[in-house]
């Protein structure tokens, strides 16, 4: 096993594939599917495939959990941008009405 730390900054070309042969692996390919610098993560063959699925599952815990965190703050984010523009209406409205008022 290697120790090193790398950043790869996904986008909206990033695509994830995997193989689950004997030896699985999971490709990440940040600039989009066969193009160069990817990364690939691999369980060794030599574990059994309770070992592997095991791995595997820690693996999907850990991106489902980031999944729900990015979801979780993009519902509070469009929860604020929605009551901020329903709150614009609302003045707009007000507005309009005093308007209204005065000219009349």
Request: hydrophobic share 40%.
């Amino acid at each position: 096993m290697s120790a090193f730390t790398a950043t790869f900054f996904l986008g909206k070309k990033t695509h994830v594939r995997g193989s689950a042969s004997v030896h699985p692996v999971l490709y990440v390919e940040p600039d989009g599917q066969h193009l160069p610098g990817y990364v690939s993560f691999q369980i060794d063959s030599k574990l059994s495939v309770d070992e592997q699925l095991a791995i595997a599952e820690r693996f999907a815990s850990a991106v489902a959990g980031w999944r729900d965190g990015i979801a979780e703050r993009a519902a509070r984010e469009r929860t604020a941008a929605d009551e901020l523009a329903a709150a614009r209406e609302e003045i707009a409205r007000l507005k309009a009405e005093q308007q209204e008022a005065s000219d009349g």
